[in-house]
C-alpha cells in the first residue's frame, strides 16, 4: 500500500518503511507523528480513494529519525555591464521521517502486508556450498608463508610450450627467407 501526503508545500509518495526528507517540522527526533493531509491512498488491490483535496479517513503515521540539512545550494546574482556580482549558499533544514504505517479508516495496512510478503528465512552454510570455494586474495598456509593455488588443467595447456625444433620462431624464420 502507498499514499501521496503533503507536507511542507510538498508532495511525497510514501509506503510502510520508507524514509523521506521533508521541510523542517516542530518535532523533536524519536516522536511518532501523524500525517493527515493525505491525498491518495492506493496499492491495496482495489481502486485507488483519491480525496477531494484530501481522503477522509486516512492518516499515514510516521516517526521522526533526525534533523538535517540539505545539500548546499549556490545562489549567483550578476548584472552584466555594471560589476554586480553576489555569490551566497544556502542550506535547507530537512527533517528525516521514517514511515511506521498507512491508517485508512482506523485500520492499519501492515498485517495484510505482512501476509502478502513472507519473510525470507537465512539460509543454512551447507545449503550455499556447491563445490569447493574458489580461494581469493592472498592464501597463507599453516605456517604463515604464501601457499601455492593450484593451476586450472585448462591455464597448464595454453601455457605449456611446444616441443622442441617443431615450431620455429619468428625471428629464425625471418633470418630464414632473408639468408637464401
Do not use: C, W
Not at 484530501?54 to 503515521?61: K, L, N, P, Q, Y
Not at 535547507?92 to 498485517?111: E, H, K, V
Amino acid at each position: 500500500m502507498y499514499a501521496i501526503v503533503e507536507t511542507g508545500g510538498k508532495q511525497y509518495r510514501v509506503r510502510p518503511g520508507d524514509t523521506v526528507a521533508v521541510e523542517r517540522l516542530a518535532t523533536e527526533p524519536g516522536e511518532t507523528l501523524d500525517l493527515e493531509r493525505v491525498l491518495l491512498v492506493g496499492g491495496n488491490g482495489d481502486a485507488p480513494r483519491v480525496g477531494t483535496p484530501g481522503v477522509s479517513g486516512a492518516v499515514v503515521r510516521a516517526e521522526v529519525v533526525e534533523h538535517i540539512r540539505g545539500d548546499k545550494i549556490i545562489v549567483f546574482r550578476y548584472k552584466s555591464k555594471v560589476r554586480y556580482r553576489r555569490k551566497t549558499g544556502h542550506r535547507q533544514a530537512l527533517t528525516r521521517l521514517r514511515i511506521m504505517d498507512i491508517l485508512l479508516d482506523g485500520q492499519s495496512s501492515s498485517p495484510a502486508r505482512a501476509e502478502a510478503e513472507p519473510v525470507p528465512t537465512a539460509a543454512a552454510p551447507a545449503d550455499l556450498q556447491l563445490g569447493a570455494p574458489e580461494p581469493t586474495g592472498n592464501v597463507l598456509d599453516a605456517a604463515g608463508a604464501p601457499a601455492e593455488r593450484p593451476v586450472p588443467a585448462a591455464a597448464e595447456e595454453a601455457v605449456a610450450p611446444a616441443p622442441e625444433g617443431e615450431v620455429e620462431t619468428e625471428n629464425e624464420e625471418k633470418a630464414s627467407t632473408q639468408g637464401a
